[in-house]
């Protein structure tokens, strides 16, 4: 998983409980990445940070809040859980946002219920 | 906007015969780059190969090789010899021009490696 780690590695929450997951890399890649898996879906971009310090929104961030807290790490954060938010959720990071290949983390199974 | 399209359903393959995946893309971009991915049961997402779009070669990282072929818009990958370890879903992503890396991924394809 070319050096990025996820916790936890599963969650179950109840509607309206809030969470933070953890993503850290130790490839000193500038990028990093949310996505979300969904049953039968590829993956769907939720936030991304193409550097320290800065963030932006991808294709499906309602609900979701983000947090690049150095260069290693960057952070997912549901304050309000609904059971849409049910998913697989992966971190990846690149070296720039400039198009190289993305790596994954082995990623964190939510259920809200 | 990308769009990536895979649509064949779930594939049973003979181990050590090869197989064609499919993968359409649609883009206004003139500079872009494709993906493949592995994903197995145990549910990571491993990178396999890429192809940039000025790239005048087939992009090939051993086994895997990709058929890119610019005017259909068409990234199939081929797997050759195929192994039981293969088995999985197999996930063709587009990232659009450079500065932004968003990465739009298809809904995959279903491959089952039998002995």
Known sequence: NAGVTQTPKFQVLKTGQ???LQCAQDMNHNSMYWYR??????????????SEGTTDKGEVPNGYNVSRLNKREFSLRLESAAPSQTSVYFCAISESVRGETQYFGPGTRLLVL | AQK?????PGMFVQEKEAVTLDCTYDTSDQSYGLFWYKQPSSGEMI????????DE???????YSLNFQKARKSANLVISASQLGDSAMYFCAMRGRRGNNRL????GNQVV???
């Open chain 1, 37 to 50: 898996q969904d049953p039968g879906m590829g993956l769907r971009l939720i936030y991304y940070s193409a």
């Open chain 2, 57 to 63: 070669q087939n992009a090939t990282e051993g086994r």
């Open chain 2, 47 to 54: 990178f396999l190969i890429y192809q940039g779009s000025y």
């Open chain 2, 4 to 8: 990536i399209t895979q649509t064949q």
């Open chain 2, 104 to 107: 739009a991924f298809g809904k």
């Open chain 2, 113 to 115: 490696v039998i002995p």
């Open chain 1, 18 to 20: 809030s969470m933070t």
